[in-house]
């Protein structure tokens, strides 16, 4: 028993310490990239590649939601350790995926051609093609190569192995891509580059893999009914792509890339806020999967509600602390970046508020996939797509790209308070009212110390200045965090063993 008890506090520490690792990598070589691309290549060539990269996306839909249901239906067996049934669910998955990957394939050379139509005389257009054909590569790597293995290493708790690879992963083309970059070699020999390095993940992965599980078998008998929530998982997908990759081609489309690249320098920063939120997230899924698949409910709302108050805290603090250093920030960051206007303080507010609203579905998120409520849920996705597109394509064409923040805005109020409430509802069996009011009272408490951090007159001048006093604001910020987390520590320790 004590074993278990150690393994599980292990499990919970390695997923949470890979993920942050793998954010902190993400968001300082995330950082690193664009001034380089933007100075060396111009803002428009940024966009290119960043509106190529957000149409690619919407090519994973072909993947049709097998990854989410192949995560649940393997939790089941893995808790039991019937290698049948996991290597029959696994090999099913792998079929899926090799077929998935032939379709994206076509779409990735159809894109090619259309793509260059879409942003006329901007940039050269066989350069364009070009660019979505090497971008395309690494998407394909995940069909035919990767998709497997993130499926079992997630469903066994096994999230911060990815989380390592990818971070070597993404240190080593950021590497790269500044060397080329320095070289003065060509946008495209760069991001070329950049996708072999992406597909060394694979052989970690595999070795990985076929060393730590017994008797795996890619090629048994296909357990297709398993996977059977593949399509309604796959309405949360095209919901999840339209929503969070829709502003780029909003903007692509209606706009210019030069506003793409404006647009992309502020999602960078703000998505940096959201991948260190996500290291507090990211593999709790499995976690409540085990949970419910043992029937135990009481020990389901206990960890829950501690790690929603946990992570609304969190939330808070981050985005306190984005609130008040992102203009100081976007000053100093693009000082360089004159062929564009990058300093826009009301585009600034808006992915402030756009983020804290999208996060607060994240807890519950997690635990409905956990419990695989796909199917119930599938029609809430598809209107909060409807309310995405319609406000983003309307205000874009009244306010530019501040427009798509607007609509993102909208959706994800909606979509957070659902969440929230079919989460407490249908899956813990409780009333929201609680959720609410932490949601209520965590920002109340986070806007007085905003409140009193615009009081003090900050110096942001340089470099040094900025990261000293964002030390100093971090401090102030993290004493409303400090205190939930001492209050929480003990709590936390029981719900997880």
Sequence with gaps: MNHILSTRKKEVLYTVTGNLLLQIATAICGFILPPLVIGVFGSSVNGMVQSVSQFIAYLNIVEAGVGGASIAALYKPLADGDVKE????????????????????????????????????????????????????????????????????????????????QMLAI??????????????????????????????????????????????????????????????????????????????VIITIFCSLKDASVYTVYAMVFGAVNQL?????????????ESLVKDDLERTRKIFGRYETLFFAVEGWFYSMAYLLIMPFMRLYTANMT??????????????????????????GQLINAAGHFKR????????????????VIFTLKFGICGVVI????????????VVIYTNRHILNLSSF?????????????????????????????????????????????????????????KIARSVM
């Design 86 to 165: 996991r290597n029959s669910i696994l090999s099913a998955t792998a079929g899926f995926y090799n077929r998935s990957g032939i379709f994206f394939v076509v779409l990735v050379f159809i894109l090619a051609f259309v793509y260059p139509l879409v942003i006329g005389n901007q940039v050269d257009r066989i350069q364009a093609s070009l660019m979505v054909l090497v971008l395309g590569i690494t998407g394909a790597a995940e069909f035919f190569l990767i998709g497997k293995y993130r499926v079992l290493l997630t469903a066994d708790k096994k999230v911060y192995v990815i989380s390592i690879v």
């Design 277 to 289: 939120l996500g290291a507090f997230s990211n593999g709790m899924q499995s976690f409540f999967g």
């Design 377 to 392: 849920t599938q029609w809430r996705s598809v209107v909060e797509v409807c309310i995405n597109i319609v406000s983003s």
């Design 407 to 418: 609509g993102s805005i909208l959706s994800s109020f909606y979509r957070g308070i659902d």
């Design 171 to 248: 240190i080593a083309n950021t590497a790269v891509a500044v060397v080329l970059i320095r070289l003065h070699c060509s946008i495209l020999l760069v991001k070329f580059a950049s996708a072999v390095v992406y597909l060394g993940r694979y052989v970690f992965l595999s070795m990985y893999v076929h060393k730590n599980y017994s008797q795996l078998d890619f090629h048994a008998e296909p357990d297709r009914q398993a996977i059977r929530q593949s399509k309604n998982v796959l309405v949360h997908q095209i919901g999840g792509l339209v929503v969070f990759n829709s502003p780029l």
């Design 434 to 490: 609680f959720s609410f009011t932490k949601i209520i009272l965590i920002s109340l408490v986070f806007g007085i110390f905003i409140f009193f951090c615009l009081k003090i007159k900050f110096g942001f001048e340089t470099w040094i200045f900025w990261i000293f006093n964002a030390l100093a604001e971090a401090v102030i910020c993290a004493v409303p965090v400090g205190i939930i987390l001492l209050s929480l520590r003990k």
């Design 339 to 364: 062929d564009a206007e990058y300093i826009q303080p009301v585009l600034a507010l808006l992915f402030v508020a756009s983020g804290v609203l999208t996060n607060i579905r994240n807890p519950g």
